[in-house]
């Protein structure tokens, strides 16, 4: 289930569907069947729109926003039991580099807004996860701990879960840790929504503190890769919000 919905996720999203949509539009652009031949021109149009839509400035600052703005910044002192849940992201071992610098961009945010969490409470602990990504030889989990402890974080105040794949099997990995007792909740403001989803599914008390903000309002003319990237980080929340919905009717339904 884990690698069928990250396959059905990767076909929805810009560029794999409009590379898709040109593959189509080559094969058919030779037919000599009318019917087909429109088809193939159809399919080139809509993988040309979408490429430009989604690189476009506004188009990708709505995306995001629109999730983003669901909840702010987390300014809060952590009061009582102190947990700060660190969701994973990615990373890339380099031999000679610091656990920091093996960090993507998205997990460094992530877990630079997790220590601010930490110094914001008591004897808090700092959970981190993520597997390895099937192709490396040290889970994520373990370098974002490492990484925590370049950052100042004591080792003993840290818990690894290093076997969760996604945002479901984390939620499900600190309910057997943490039970019911609130905590707060750090990831990218584009994945808050569905994570607030998730965790509160559980019956668990997520106080959300987002951060790697990405909706950037520009000039409309502007088209990059940047847009594109932003957008296609928004689409993926949204595909993934749409799962969710999905699997509860399914669930209900039965």
């Known amino acids: 289930m884990f690698w069928l919905k990250k396959i059905l996720s990767q076909l929805v999203m810009p560029i794999p569907l409009s590379i898709m949509l040109l593959v189509i539009a080559a094969v058919l652009w030779r037919t000599k069947r009318t019917r087909l031949l429109q088809f193939g021109r159809i399919a080139l149009v809509a993988a040309i729109a979408l490429l430009v839509l989604t690189s476009q400035a506004k188009v990708s600052y709505y995306l995001a926003d629109s ?101 479901i099997e984390e939620a499900n990995a600190l309910k057997q840790f943490l039970g019911t007792q609130p905590f707060r909740l750090v990831t990218s403001a584009t994945h808050m929504p569905r994570s607030m989803r998730i965790f509160n599914a559980l019956g668990m008390q997520p106080q959300a503190a987002p951060t790697d903000f990405i909706a950037n309002s520009s000039d409309w003319w502007r088209l990059n890769a940047d847009n594109l990237l932003d957008s296609q980080r928004a689409i993926h929340e949204y595909v993934g919000i749409l799962w969710l919905w999905v699997k509860d009717l399914l669930v209900n339904n039965h």
């Not at 700060?84 to 890339?92: E, F, I």
Request: charged share 10%; hydrophobic share 35%.
């Open 67 to 167: 999730l983003e703005s669901q909840y702010q910044v987390n300014h809060q002192p952590i009061t009582g039991a102190c947990v700060v849940m660190v969701l994973g992201s990615g990373n890339r071992e380099q031999q000679g580099h610091t656990a920091v610098q093996q960090l993507s961009s998205t997990a460094l945010a992530r877990l630079t807004e997790g220590v601010r969490q930490f110094s914001l409470g008591q004897h808090c602990t700092l959970v981190v996860s993520g597997w390895s990504g099937g192709n490396q030889p040290t889970a994520h989990a373990t370098i974002m701990a490492q990484a925590a402890q370049e950052l100042g974080i004591p080792k003993k105040s840290i818990t690894v879960f290093n076997q969760p794949k996604d945002t």
